[in-house]
Protein backbone atom coordinates (compact mmCIF):
# COMPACT_ATOMS: atom_id res chain seq x y z
CA UNK A 1 0.00 0.00 0.00
CA UNK A 2 0.99 3.54 -1.18
CA UNK A 3 1.94 5.59 2.01
CA UNK A 4 1.12 9.09 3.27
CA UNK A 5 3.02 11.76 5.80
CA UNK A 6 1.49 14.04 7.24
CA UNK A 7 2.09 15.96 10.46
CA UNK A 8 2.19 14.79 13.67
CA UNK A 9 0.31 17.44 15.32
CA UNK A 10 -1.69 21.23 14.40
CA UNK A 11 -3.55 23.63 16.16
CA UNK A 12 -6.41 25.62 15.48
CA UNK A 13 -8.80 28.44 16.58
CA UNK A 14 -12.09 27.48 17.31
CA UNK A 15 -14.36 29.18 14.46
CA UNK A 16 -11.23 29.65 12.01
CA UNK A 17 -10.66 27.38 8.93
CA UNK A 18 -8.41 24.31 8.96
CA UNK A 19 -5.90 22.80 6.55
CA UNK A 20 -4.75 19.14 6.54
CA UNK A 21 -1.88 18.55 4.90
CA UNK A 22 -1.01 15.40 3.46
CA UNK A 23 1.68 14.19 1.19
CA UNK A 24 1.34 10.96 -1.08
CA UNK A 25 4.17 11.07 -3.88
CA UNK A 26 4.02 7.26 -4.33
CA UNK A 27 0.43 7.42 -5.50
CA UNK A 28 -0.84 5.21 -8.03
CA UNK A 29 -3.52 5.56 -10.72
CA UNK A 30 -6.09 3.67 -9.43
CA UNK A 31 -5.75 5.01 -5.41
CA UNK A 32 -8.08 6.71 -3.61
CA UNK A 33 -7.82 9.57 -1.02
CA UNK A 34 -9.70 8.80 1.71
CA UNK A 35 -9.59 10.90 5.12
CA UNK A 36 -11.18 9.19 8.75
CA UNK A 37 -10.76 10.85 12.24
CA UNK A 38 -11.00 9.62 15.29
CA UNK A 39 -12.38 11.63 18.43
CA UNK A 40 -11.17 10.65 21.94
CA UNK A 41 -12.03 7.47 23.18
CA UNK A 42 -13.80 6.94 19.89
CA UNK A 43 -13.77 4.50 16.96
CA UNK A 44 -12.16 6.33 13.52
CA UNK A 45 -15.11 7.67 11.24
CA UNK A 46 -15.27 8.63 7.92
CA UNK A 47 -15.15 12.29 6.73
CA UNK A 48 -14.30 12.18 3.23
CA UNK A 49 -12.68 10.06 0.26
CA UNK A 50 -11.96 11.58 -3.75
CA UNK A 51 -10.02 10.29 -6.96
CA UNK A 52 -8.71 12.82 -8.68
CA UNK A 53 -11.39 15.99 -8.38
CA UNK A 54 -12.14 18.25 -5.51
CA UNK A 55 -14.74 16.76 -3.25
CA UNK A 56 -17.06 18.56 -0.74
CA UNK A 57 -19.17 17.51 1.58
CA UNK A 58 -20.77 18.51 5.05
CA UNK A 59 -18.40 17.93 6.94
CA UNK A 60 -15.34 18.74 5.46
CA UNK A 61 -13.70 19.63 1.97
CA UNK A 62 -11.15 17.72 0.35
CA UNK A 63 -8.38 19.67 -2.38
CA UNK A 64 -6.29 17.11 -4.45
CA UNK A 65 -3.45 18.46 -6.27
CA UNK A 66 -3.39 18.20 -9.76
CA UNK A 67 -0.50 15.71 -9.94
CA UNK A 68 -2.25 13.69 -6.86
CA UNK A 69 1.07 13.98 -4.79
CA UNK A 70 -0.52 15.56 -2.18
CA UNK A 71 -4.00 16.36 -0.41
CA UNK A 72 -5.35 18.47 2.02
CA UNK A 73 -8.29 18.36 3.79
CA UNK A 74 -10.08 21.66 4.95
CA UNK A 75 -12.54 22.03 7.61
CA UNK A 76 -14.01 25.39 6.96
CA UNK A 77 -14.80 26.66 10.55
CA UNK A 78 -13.20 24.61 13.34
CA UNK A 79 -15.25 23.72 16.67
CA UNK A 80 -13.93 22.28 19.62
CA UNK A 81 -15.98 19.17 18.56
CA UNK A 82 -13.07 18.97 15.69
CA UNK A 83 -10.36 18.09 18.01
CA UNK A 84 -9.23 14.49 17.12
CA UNK A 85 -6.17 12.81 15.09
CA UNK A 86 -6.85 13.16 11.27
CA UNK A 87 -6.00 10.17 9.05
CA UNK A 88 -5.26 10.30 5.59
CA UNK A 89 -5.45 7.27 3.93
CA UNK A 90 -4.84 5.81 0.44
CA UNK A 91 -6.21 2.89 -0.57
CA UNK A 92 -6.80 0.65 -4.27
CA UNK A 93 -10.12 1.09 -4.58
CA UNK A 94 -13.00 3.05 -3.56
CA UNK A 95 -13.91 0.88 -0.18
CA UNK A 96 -10.83 1.20 0.83
CA UNK A 97 -8.52 -1.05 -0.32
CA UNK A 98 -7.91 -4.24 -2.82
CA UNK A 99 -9.76 -6.33 -0.18
CA UNK A 100 -11.22 -3.25 1.79
CA UNK A 101 -9.22 -3.04 4.74
CA UNK A 102 -7.58 0.66 5.24
CA UNK A 103 -4.26 0.76 6.26
CA UNK A 104 -3.79 3.78 9.14
CA UNK A 105 -0.46 5.94 9.40
CA UNK A 106 0.13 7.54 12.43
CA UNK A 107 -2.49 10.67 11.22
CA UNK A 108 -2.49 14.31 12.40
CA UNK A 109 -3.80 15.26 15.95
CA UNK A 110 -5.71 18.48 16.10
CA UNK A 111 -5.96 20.67 19.18
CA UNK A 112 -8.56 23.31 18.64
CA UNK A 113 -8.15 26.22 21.28
CA UNK A 114 -11.31 28.24 22.34
CA UNK B 1 -24.92 3.92 7.60
CA UNK B 2 -24.11 1.15 9.90
CA UNK B 3 -24.40 1.37 13.75
CA UNK B 4 -22.21 -0.91 15.21
CA UNK B 5 -21.99 -1.99 18.79
CA UNK B 6 -19.29 -4.10 20.69
CA UNK B 7 -19.09 -6.26 23.99
CA UNK B 8 -17.47 -5.61 26.48
CA UNK B 9 -16.36 -1.95 26.38
CA UNK B 10 -13.65 -2.67 28.25
CA UNK B 11 -12.54 -5.56 30.81
CA UNK B 12 -9.59 -6.14 32.69
CA UNK B 13 -7.98 -9.70 32.33
CA UNK B 14 -5.12 -11.98 33.72
CA UNK B 15 -2.81 -13.80 32.02
CA UNK B 16 -3.24 -16.79 30.42
CA UNK B 17 -7.23 -16.40 30.10
CA UNK B 18 -8.80 -15.56 26.85
CA UNK B 19 -11.79 -13.10 26.02
CA UNK B 20 -14.64 -13.17 23.32
CA UNK B 21 -15.14 -9.76 22.08
CA UNK B 22 -18.53 -9.29 20.13
CA UNK B 23 -19.42 -7.09 17.02
CA UNK B 24 -23.31 -6.60 16.28
CA UNK B 25 -24.17 -4.57 13.32
CA UNK B 26 -27.50 -3.27 12.96
CA UNK B 27 -27.63 -4.46 9.27
CA UNK B 28 -26.32 -6.83 7.03
CA UNK B 29 -22.84 -6.43 6.02
CA UNK B 30 -20.53 -8.81 4.07
CA UNK B 31 -17.01 -7.40 4.68
CA UNK B 32 -15.77 -7.33 8.35
CA UNK B 33 -12.76 -6.27 9.78
CA UNK B 34 -11.26 -6.26 13.48
CA UNK B 35 -8.16 -4.09 13.82
CA UNK B 36 -5.97 -3.13 17.20
CA UNK B 37 -4.92 -0.04 19.00
CA UNK B 38 -1.95 -0.33 20.94
CA UNK B 39 -2.02 2.54 23.58
CA UNK B 40 -0.64 5.90 21.95
CA UNK B 41 -0.54 4.19 18.28
CA UNK B 42 -2.32 4.36 15.73
CA UNK B 43 -4.94 1.07 14.17
CA UNK B 44 -3.70 -2.00 13.24
CA UNK B 45 -5.62 -4.33 10.91
CA UNK B 46 -5.90 -8.24 12.19
CA UNK B 47 -7.86 -9.98 10.12
CA UNK B 48 -10.71 -9.67 7.58
CA UNK B 49 -13.89 -11.57 8.33
CA UNK B 50 -16.18 -11.89 5.39
CA UNK B 51 -19.35 -13.93 6.14
CA UNK B 52 -19.34 -17.58 5.03
CA UNK B 53 -15.56 -17.69 4.34
CA UNK B 54 -12.47 -18.08 6.70
CA UNK B 55 -10.89 -14.94 7.79
CA UNK B 56 -8.16 -13.85 6.27
CA UNK B 57 -5.29 -12.65 8.52
CA UNK B 58 -2.75 -10.35 8.54
CA UNK B 59 1.03 -10.46 8.76
CA UNK B 60 2.11 -10.99 12.51
CA UNK B 61 -1.32 -12.13 13.26
CA UNK B 62 -2.79 -16.01 13.66
CA UNK B 63 -5.52 -17.66 14.04
CA UNK B 64 -4.36 -19.56 16.92
CA UNK B 65 -3.88 -16.55 18.82
CA UNK B 66 -6.72 -14.48 17.02
CA UNK B 67 -9.99 -16.52 16.34
CA UNK B 68 -12.23 -15.33 14.65
CA UNK B 69 -16.15 -16.25 13.86
CA UNK B 70 -18.34 -15.01 11.13
CA UNK B 71 -21.73 -16.73 12.03
CA UNK B 72 -23.90 -14.60 10.08
CA UNK B 73 -24.23 -11.08 8.17
CA UNK B 74 -25.12 -8.89 11.00
CA UNK B 75 -22.07 -10.66 13.54
CA UNK B 76 -19.03 -11.60 14.27
CA UNK B 77 -16.36 -12.42 17.50
CA UNK B 78 -12.90 -11.80 18.14
CA UNK B 79 -11.32 -14.07 20.61
CA UNK B 80 -7.83 -12.95 22.14
CA UNK B 81 -5.86 -16.24 23.64
CA UNK B 82 -3.64 -17.36 26.62
CA UNK B 83 -3.63 -13.15 27.14
CA UNK B 84 -0.43 -11.58 28.26
CA UNK B 85 -0.15 -7.88 28.89
CA UNK B 86 1.29 -7.14 25.74
CA UNK B 87 -2.49 -7.75 24.52
CA UNK B 88 -3.48 -4.59 26.31
CA UNK B 89 -5.24 -2.77 23.80
CA UNK B 90 -8.54 -1.07 21.77
CA UNK B 91 -9.32 -3.91 20.03
CA UNK B 92 -12.37 -2.33 17.16
CA UNK B 93 -14.40 -4.24 14.44
CA UNK B 94 -15.63 -2.17 11.20
CA UNK B 95 -17.41 -2.71 8.52
CA UNK B 96 -18.46 -1.74 4.72
CA UNK B 97 -21.87 -1.15 4.94
CA UNK B 98 -25.07 0.88 3.36
CA UNK B 99 -24.37 0.09 -0.29
CA UNK B 100 -21.78 3.09 -0.08
CA UNK B 101 -18.51 0.82 -0.65
CA UNK B 102 -16.51 3.67 -0.24
CA UNK B 103 -17.12 4.44 3.45
CA UNK B 104 -16.27 2.27 6.34
CA UNK B 105 -17.89 2.18 9.70
CA UNK B 106 -16.14 1.11 13.42
CA UNK B 107 -17.82 0.13 16.50
CA UNK B 108 -16.81 2.23 19.52
CA UNK B 109 -14.04 -0.34 20.73
CA UNK B 110 -13.48 -2.82 23.39
CA UNK B 111 -10.38 -1.65 25.83
CA UNK B 112 -9.15 -4.73 27.21
CA UNK B 113 -6.25 -4.48 29.87
CA UNK B 114 -4.03 -7.39 30.49
CA UNK B 115 -2.68 -7.79 34.14
Known amino acids: DAKTTQPNSMESNEEEPVHLPCNHS???????IHWYRQLPSQGPEYVIH???SNVNNRMASLAIAEDRKSSTLILHRATLRDAAVYYC???????????????FGKGTKLSVKP | SAVISQKPSRDICQRGTSLTIQCQVD?????MFWYRQQPGQSLTLIAT?????????ESGFVIDKFPISRPNLTFSTLTVSNMSPEDSSIYLC????????????FGPGTRLTVL
Open chain 2, 94 to 105: SVVAGGRTDTQY
Open chain 1, 26 to 32: TISGTDY
Open chain 1, 50 to 52: GLT
Open chain 1, 89 to 103: ILSARGYGGSQGNLI
Open chain 2, 27 to 31: SQVTM
Open chain 2, 49 to 57: ANQGSEATY
